[in-house]
């Protein structure tokens, strides 16, 4: 089945200790988003690309980067985790930037 | 500030009875609006969109959608227990390929 898969399911890393979330997707849609999501809240998007054309939300911290090596991949790097970046990570993707999104499972991350 | 506004709920139900979850936003110029289930600890899954005033009917589920009032709505007729869920209401901003995300409402379907 075509699906949007993240790994891993949970992360535990070291405040300050860099990590690597990843997302991968058989859809072979054109977009793929990061949004972060905290207890009770909204998801908050963090970055989309467009194809290769990268776009990052004003307010996403610096400590956070994005890469998307090619249509199928793409992996959101955290350089420097603190306490307040413990979260769920959601990757979704769609065809186009109006459609709806397709998520992925998430990674729950817990910074220690 | 563009913004999505939902209750947080928890809305209670009983089983089989009508659930109307509401959502009102900002944005006056916007077009596309969708509606994502998301059970505890799991990740939001589509399950209605519209575009145009009026009903959609899919199934168990309607939307709603009054764009002169600037809210969307989703009923769920014959609630389940499996229902139980937050239903997460996203707004596609004028001018922009992004999504607002409301917080959502919590509903419970009481057996």
């Known amino acids: 089945d075509a699906m949007v898969i993240q790994n891993p399911r949970y992360q535990v890393t070291q405040f300050g200790k860099p990590v690597t979330l990843s997302c991968s997707q058989t859809?072979?849609?054109?977009?793929m988003y990061w949004y972060q999501q905290k207890s009770s809240q909204a998801p908050k998007l963090l970055f989309h690309?467009?194809?290769?054309?990268?776009?990052n939300e004003a307010d996403t911290p610096d400590n956070f980067q994005s890469r998307r090596p090619n249509t199928s991949f793409c992996f959101l790097d955290i350089r420097s985790p603190g306490l307040g970046d413990a979260a769920m990570y959601l990757c979704?993707?769609?065809?186009?930037?109006?459609?709806?999104?397709?998520f992925g499972s998430g990674t729950r991350l817990t910074v220690v | 500030q563009k913004e999505v506004e939902q209750n947080s709920g928890p809305l209670s139900v009983p089983e089989g009875a009508i659930a109307s979850l509401n959502c009102t936003y900002s944005?006056?110029?916007?077009?596309?609006f969708f509606w994502y289930r998301q059970y505890s600890g799991k990740s939001p899954e589509l399950i209605m969109f519209?575009?145009?005033?009026g009903d959609k009917e899919d199934g168990r589920f309607t939307a709603q959608l009054n764009k002169a009032s600037q809210y969307v709505s989703l009923l769920i007729r014959d609630s389940q227990p499996s229902d139980s869920a937050t239903y997460l209401c996203?707004?596609?901003?004028?001018?922009?390929?992004?999504?607002?995300f409301g917080t959502g409402t919590r509903l419970k379907v009481l057996a």
């Open positions: 979704a993707t769609s065809r186009d930037p109006a459609g709806g999104y397709t």
């Open positions: 859809l072979n849609h054109n977009v």
């Open positions: 690309y467009y194809d290769k054309d990268f776009n």
């Open positions: 944005d006056r110029g916007s077009q596309s």
């Open positions: 519209i575009y145009s005033n």
């Open positions: 996203a707004v596609l901003t004028s001018g922009t390929y992004k999504y607002i």
